[in-house]
């Protein structure tokens, strides 16, 4: 590898100047610089891809609803600013973000087991209805307004008459 021209030299120097400004663990680099600065050159792409990835993680964390985790952000965010460590916290951080997104729903503090996950039936056939689960009615109220609430044949009725209209617009 030839040896590294001095203004990319003192860039880098320049850019670790400002990662150790903003406190990121760069002594391993740092040290490089002072004692050998072809190494120093070679590793130094690594460390900012690593920085990158590490501001990257940071920025996700800071949209996500954490709560519950809150020992496990604290070791992210105890290791975002040492580069070194970056595969560590990468993996950590998914782990996180699977645990995020496998966790039950809460509706007014409960578990919702109940509610059904519409996005694994079937796409309905067009000009159909897809079958819901029949919500539960106040004999009081079904009493009150047995017409506000169509029958499943009187669905299927409009829906036939929307998909008819429709049919005949797209062929004017």
Known sequence: MEEP???TIEAYKNQLDTWKAEGYDVIRLEQQYFNDQNRFAQIFPIFSSNIFR???IATK???MNTIGHEDQVNSIKAKLYKPDQTLATEGEFKDLESKIRIAPIMINGE???DI???SLSPA???GTVPKLPEPEIDQELKQLLPAAIP???ELSNV???LAIQNHDKSDE
Do not use: M, R
Request: hydrophobic share 25%; net charge negative; no cysteine.
């Open 5 to 7: 021209d001095v203004e």
């Open 54 to 56: 590490l501001k990257n």
């Open 61 to 63: 964390l800071s949209t």
């Open 111 to 113: 578990v919702a087991s």
């Open 116 to 118: 059904q996950d519409l």
């Open 124 to 126: 309905p056939t067009p």
């Open 151 to 153: 029958t499943e044949k």
């Open 159 to 161: 829906n036939n008459e």
